[in-house]
């Protein structure tokens, strides 16, 4: 399949999404549940915050039970990530800064990093995973701020984990991973489709039903499903596009690409960047400066 046909193909998909095959993708969640299972200090965090009665000490006695996460929380809301203006020292003092909801999806990205690196396979390229993923979550994130979004933080974890699916498809199903790959030469809108006619769903899918056993807002969940087809997103259009234009972004960058195949154009539809509402003067070498900027030092943070 070549990219033309591709590209035409997923153009027809906008408007008949395919059928999944839902009993299999299902089947694959719950044999990898216990794997990748949401670690009970998010859960905590998550049922504290959806009661909006917790207080600032109640979340960060919860974090502060789990050293490691603390002293990552601390270390990342200090880096260039935030760029605050003074020394944040206790997760207290975090949470007053930068709010609790976007605590809470700092400390998911980091468990859900942790958790889902458990998923091996020979496939997957671990390190060019996650720098992809990173990459694409910041592109998402300094997108969403030029366009007044609200809740950056949230379209940083929809971008960190929008491909989390293939992680499962590589380790469950890797001769047709791999084939599906090696055909899409760097094209992940090929990619999908030779998924989808392989197994009967793709790696967007999948990733946005993982997501859904751990608790994630709806919004995020769509987001991430239709990350490949943002004009079916049923829930945010506006995130799925967003996430859609970094993912864009990130291929084109090389540093955050994908593949070692690195993709030849940043172009971003038309109709997408309405949605969006770029400015007119949108300037995408000065966004992946911006990212390239923060990359390093957060990668080191969520990943190492």
Partial sequence: MNSATATATVERTEQAPVQANESLARSVIDDMSTLVSPPDVYLKINELISSDTASAQQISEVV???????????????????????????????????GTHELSSLVFSMCAVQSFSRISS?????????????????????????????????????????????LTINSRFPEIAEEAIFKARGDESAMILLEQSAIGFDHAYLGAMMLENWQMPEATCDAIRYHHQPGLAEVTPLEASIVHAADTLANYSG????SETIAEHDDIAADLKALIELPADFDHDELLDEVDRKFVETIYLLVA
């Fill in 64 to 98: 502060m039970r789990d050293p490691s996460l603390t002293a990552r929380v601390l270390k990342l809301v200090n880096s260039s990530y935030y760029a605050l203006p003074t020394k944040v020292d206790t997760v207290t003092r975090a949470i007053a800064l930068i």
């Fill in 122 to 166: 020979s496939v997957t390229n671990m390190n060019t995973f996650w720098r992809h993923g990173v990459y694409c979550g910041l592109a998402a994130k300094a997108i969403a701020a030029r366009v007044n979004c609200l809740n950056t933080e949230r379209l940083f974890v929809a971008g960190l984990l929008h491909d989390i699916g293939t």
């Fill in 255 to 258: 540093t955050g690409s994908f």
